[in-house]
């Protein structure tokens, strides 16, 4: 053959012992590796983010300490706004970006947006074929989480995923269902993850509800016949995964656990299927528990607990309503509770929205019905309804500085004075958009017409508010809506 030979030198004698002392010293002194840099913040303003179900400390209040009030005529500035699949849950909100998690088709969505624009930063997916038993959609109900640089997700089908909140790569995910034998609930999976921090290690909590192997009833809806095994409550570690710990035989619900520091000590609280749980978030010990579930099978616990100092309100809409509890030593004391029987007019009886609660009043929707639901004021001590509102269906509530925020289930954002003297509303609206569209006239082939108004937040509005940095995140049905509270900013549309 004709053509260039190559020839390979081979290193010296000395120089084969000089990189022989190279790595050896490498080896005594290894060379730092880089850090990776860190993410940057996109916000532009100061504020705080809201990154976990019911913001920054759980319990559906934001420090917003300037908003604008009343809202002018036609409601907050509309910012932006984009088209969703399916699903129920809000968006979280951190490091100026928004993560949206819904259903297309038989892909799970999660999208990663600039959360004062809506410009798309990254998108990924995985395929589930999980289906409703109730015939409800197939979307997530349980809402993302971004902790740091992370973001969790926990699909209805029990898909528990990590993921890089710069890029979205996947870097851990655990099939809950298959690892922990779990028993479709009546709705999937409905509860958030919940990131806490034990003795410098970052946690992920989440409701399992795991049973015994081949437990699975003949028919789905028999939920009475499954039974817990160890697996109710399991917490995994952040940065790799792995199980950390695993507690009680509870089932699932949907009420998302909180954290919170009683008696000098952290605790986690889980309202599980049956059952109210004060954990040791370090090992997972179940120091106490207390039964407060209405006696039908086809009832559900969804609501978070709703703690203020020692004490803790639950509350129900399908039999007992609410009760409040004192945790003393770790032990759970009951203040108060509800008659048995009481309607819904004369006790607060939350169905999935959290009540908020602001100077020793509770705030939220109270009803098991959209037609029966209302917006009522409770007194915290004594349980007594001071006023309520009919009309806004299963409504969400947050409160920002002294007004309540109030999303209705049919699409009506209203400002509400956080007052217990009456109800004093303050603004109303209902978001609209109007796009012109290019639409032949007869006789007139290139006219364009003005289409009417639309509603932006067409129903169900299911989804808590949202409130970072200024701007207002609401989630109706196939649409993410983002206002801007402080002041005028130019819309966008993706």
Known sequence: MHGKSTTRLLPTRREMMLWTIFCACIARHPVAAAEPKPLPDLSTRKGEDWGEFLG????????????????????????????????????AVARGRAIVFDRVDNTMRVRCLEAESGRPLWEHSYASTYRDSFGYDGGPRAGPVIAGDRVITFGPEGRLECRSLADGQSLWHIDTQARY?????????????LVIEVDGNQYVVVQVGGSRPDSAPAAPDRLDLVKGLDSGLVAFDLATGLERWRSSSQLASYSVPVVATIGGDQRLLAWMRDAFLVVDPATGGV??????RADELFSVVAASPVVRGSEVLLSETYGPGSVLLNLTNDRVNVVRKDRDNQRPRNALKAHWATPAVYEGHLYGSSGRNSGDAELVCVDWKTGEVVWNEPGLGRASVVVVGSHLIVLGEFGDVVLVKATPEKYVEVSRTRPLHTNRTPKRRAGQADAEQQEPAGELLAPPCWAAPVVA?????????????????????????F
């Open 181 to 193: 034998h779990v028993v479709q609930n009546f709705f999937g999976v409905g509860a958030a993850p």
């Open 469 to 493: 940095h200024g701007y207002l995140y609401l989630r109706g049905q196939g649409r993410l809506v983002c206002f801007d509270l402080i002041g005028a900013r130019v819309q966008t549309r």
């Open 287 to 292: 120091l106490d528990e207390f039964h407060w």
């Open 56 to 91: 920054p400390t759980g319990n559906g209040r934001s420090g917003l300490p300037d908003m604008q009030v009343p809202w002018p005529a036609a409601g907050p500035k509309l910012v932006w706004n984009c088209t969703l699949g399916e699903g129920y849950c809000a968006p």
